[in-house]
């Protein structure tokens, strides 16, 4: 078993690295506090092809990879959660869908300009009476002529706020729900009939972008389905399958980050006459976040590994998803307690990477959705 | 044009430390580009124009392609690297002799750049000394370039002023006259699949006694701290 | 002035004559002395005082190449400590090429054993390109030299890494031993109106 990372992924990692330290690391603040990324920041990760990094260059993606992008993403989550889930949520869910099951004209028409970041994308699932329970959802997709007529509304969406091409999920026959009665669509944020709310206000991520999508009488050509009509539930959940891994790739860059703050902090703060560093508590603490954090990088990497061998990662997604957000929870939590008072101020980062972290147990399916798959999995399995 | 740029891997000063007990320097991460070479490379990719050709050039061993890899990801469209065991170990005088064999066998460059000292030792000979071996015109501590014409205009840091050079030339650029671009993804994946070519020092047309620890004049018998 | 016999000498004396090849080893120290408007340069007044001791140290002959000075240069050479000067003429336009030619064919002419030059970023131009054409070694920004009597070795200290450590470079074999110094690392002599020497011109 080799576990080095190949040449291009080292350098891959080494640009992204210092791409964060000098252009959003010294932002990460700013884009807290004005809760949006600045359009020169857009621009910079548009020319270093942040926007297409796991997709095949035949289509204008960089060809990295799932290992090179959750390499990536480990490196933007060191630097600011609301860059990382941008950049995720467009990538992972946004223009997965069409990667994965959407025809080759469909292919060449929308994946350059997403790859480029031209265009944004957005995954558009979730409803008010849809969250956990997505086959509620109550969209409804009608048949005329030569397009679909879309009427409903998407609530909470990533990239809602600035998405080009949002792939949303519709009903086509309420009669089977999730067995054949969801269609996927790739909508345009320019068709007639497509219309954003306004921004959400949020405990973090504050730079990410989220709201409600309306869509009223909305045509959609029926060349816009993505994969079988019908079958919209499969390509969901294929899409999220291989979502939720990279989540992982960010929790384990914060994590990191995390770390060596804590440990910058506990070597200089001076209390009962030393370091804090010499003091058993933190040492605990340290150890146990490291120990946390060695697990989910060593699980993370090997889940994309599986997954550039194109191999199911179903219930690996899930855990990794699952087990990497509630570790981050934990290291956050002792990095806040390690830097004691400093950890409560807005002088520092680490308040908002405690505040940035909390979503990542609720969004991309809540960490009891993940549970239900792993369960599932493991029951049809008959074992582990 | 053809352009060469030597680039010589270098220990990275962000991540090295001082051991006091054994006087010597420890590597913690991989061996970088000199910085001025980076500088070197930046000027020759601002240069290019349609058709022409970037190839850089690199005395090391197999901890050198990293160096070599970061060159290509810049936009140098290849490399060779003589990792020839006899190579190594060498000074000045004998790495210039590889370098210009090397320049030679790849055939007639228009510009060759290269940095004007590196952090190791902060000489700068192998610029002037390669230009000597090529029969060439060079300048050191070049900040600014212009090619138009068969010659280059150039100026410089310190008291050497600006001049004109006929091509072939060979300049020797100041560490920090420019910011070397980051490249972005897609150069760095274009990298990895860029061809590099090991020469042995035999297909240079040199002899192991050139080159390498055999062929250097000057040898570095201790090492120590400094006073303070 | 040394006592010592050459080989050269002794072979003379005995009316030994050798091969072309077999010249006499290379003996004495050559400083390379620039000017700036007209004066010596204090770079190489400060290597020149280094190359002085040296030359005591070896019991050799001083002598300093000249570029682009006349007659009153000589002399001031010759009072801060220079056995003899030899004057070059300064390629019009002082570029690096013609220069470390100029000087490379005086130093195979004189066959000095070291040479050395103040650090000027003119010398740092021009002395690799004169190493390299001798195909000699050069320790290029020496911080300090410290010459040897029994192996007749000038050992360099040059800072490594920006100053994080020292390295004493000599250079055993080829000649001559170049020295490049680092800058201000000379020590300017002072002048003794009483010393003779002898000036000569290069041919061109």
């Known amino acids: 078993m080799d576990f080095t990372f190949s040449e291009e992924h080292e350098m891959l990692r080494d640009m992204t690295r210092k791409f964060v330290d000098n252009e959003v690391k010294p932002l990460a603040r700013q884009i807290d506090e004005e809760e949006r990324i600045p359009p020169e920041l857009m621009g910079k990760l548009r020319e270093q092809g942040f926007f297409g990094i796991p997709f095949s260059e035949e289509y204008g993606g960089v060809g990295a990879g799932e290992t090179g992008y959750c390499i990536v993403l480990e490196e933007m989550g060191r630097g600011s959660a609301s860059v990382a889930v941008l950049l995720a949520a467009h990538t992972s869910i946004g223009v997965m869908g069409i990667y994965l099951d959407g025809t080759e004209e469909q292919k060449q028409k929308y994946l350059p300009e997403l790859c480029s970041g031209e265009k944004i994308a957005a995954f558009a699932l979730t409803e008010p009476g849809a969250g956990s329970d997505a086959a509620a959802i109550a969209t409804t997709a009608v048949p005329d002529g030569d397009d679909y007529v879309l009427n409903g509304s998407k609530l909470y969406i990533t990239n809602g706020d600035i998405a080009d091409v949002v792939t949303v999920f519709a009903v086509t026959d309420k009669g089977l729900g999730v067995r054949g009665g969801i269609t996927a669509f790739i909508v345009e944020s320019s068709m007639p009939g497509f219309s954003r709310g306004p921004r959400e206000k949020k405990m973090g991520i504050r730079g990410s972008g989220t709201c409600e999508l309306f869509f009223k009488d909305m045509r959609v050509p029926k060349a816009n389905v993505i994969g079988k009509i019908g079958l919209g539930f499969v390509t969901a959940m294929k899409t999220l399958d291989v979502g939720r891994l990279s989540l992982g790739g960010a929790c384990v860059g914060a994590c990191k980050e995390l770390i060596d703050l804590s440990i910058q902090h506990a070597s200089q703060r001076v209390q009962f006459g030393e370091p804090i560093i010499r003091k058993q508590a933190i040492q605990w603490m340290l150890a146990e976040m490291a120990g946390d954090t060695f697990a989910m990088e060593s699980m993370v990497y090997r889940a994309a590994w599986m997954c550039d061998q194109g191999i199911k990662v179903s219930r690996e997604s899930a855990i990794v998803k699952m087990v990497s957000s509630e570790t981050l929870d934990r290291v956050v939590d002792k990095a806040v307690q390690i830097h004691g008072g400093m950890g409560y101020m807005q002088d520092y980062p680490i308040e908002m990477m405690y505040r940035d972290a909390r979503i990542n147990r609720i969004f991309e399916g809540t960490n009891e959705v993940q549970r239900m798959v792993i369960a599932g999995d493991l029951a049809r399995k008959g074992r582990f | ?228 | 002035m040394s006592d010592q016999l050459s080989a050269q000498d002794l072979m003379a004396a005995f009316g030994i004559s050798l091969e072309e090849e077999a010249v006499g080893e290379p003996r004495g120290v050559m400083v390379i002395a620039e000017t700036t408007s007209g004066a010596v340069s204090e770079a190489s007044l400060g290597a020149l005082g280094l190359a002085r001791e040296i030359a005591d140290t070896f019991g050799a002959r001083l002598e300093a190449l000249l570029i682009g000075g006349g007659e009153e240069s000589a002399q001031a050479l010759i009072r801060r400590g220079a056995d003899a000067v030899l004057l070059a003429a300064a390629p019009a336009e002082c570029d690096a090429a013609a220069c470390s030619s100029t000087i490379a064919s005086a130093v195979q002419a004189r066959s000095p054993e070291v040479l050395l030059f103040g650090g000027s970023d003119s010398a740092r131009d021009v002395a690799p390109r004169v190493a390299q054409r001798l195909g000699t070694g050069l320790i290029g920004g020496a911080r300090q030299v410290r010459a040897e009597a029994d192996e007749r070795l000038v050992v360099g200290v040059v800072p490594l890494f920006g100053g994080r450590l020292l390295g004493e470079f000599a250079c055993p074999a080829k000649r001559p031993q170049a020295i490049l110094l680092a800058d201000g690392a000379g020590r300017i002599p002072s002048e003794d109106a009483s010393r003779q020497g002898e000036i000569e011109r290069l041919a061109a």
């Open chain 2, 1 to 228: 044009m053809r352009i060469a740029i030597c680039v010589k891997p270098v220990p990275d000063l962000n991540t090295a430390y001082v051991s006091k007990s054994r006087a010597e320097l420890v590597e913690q991460s991989k061996r970088v580009p000199n910085p001025a070479d980076e500088n070197a490379v930046a000027v020759a990719v601002s240069l290019r124009t349609e058709g022409d050709e970037l190839v850089v050039f690199t005395v090391g061993a197999d901890t050198a392609v990293d160096a070599l890899r970061r060159a290509l990801a810049m936009g140098v469209d290849r490399a060779y690297l003589i990792d020839d065991p006899a190579a190594q170990g060498g000074d000045a005088l004998a790495d210039a002799t590889v370098l210009a064999a090397a320049l030679n066998h790849a055939g007639a460059f228009d510009l060759i750049l290269c940095g004007s000292n590196s952090i190791v030792a902060n000489t700068g000979q192998v610029g002037p000394r390669i230009a000597e071996a090529l029969g060439i015109p060079h300048a050191t501590r070049v900040t600014v370039v212009a090619v138009a014409d068969g010659t280059v205009a150039i100026e410089r840091a310190g008291a050497l002023g600006a001049a004109k050079l006929a091509l072939p030339a060979l300049l020797a650029v100041e560490p920090g006259c420019n910011t070397p671009r980051l490249p972005n993804a897609m150069a760095v994946m274009k990298a990895s699949k860029k061809a590099i070519e090991r020469p042995s020092v035999v297909d240079l047309g040199l002899s192991p006694d050139e080159v390498g620890e055999a062929g250097a004049a000057v040898r570095l018998r201790v090492v120590e701290l400094p006073e303070t």
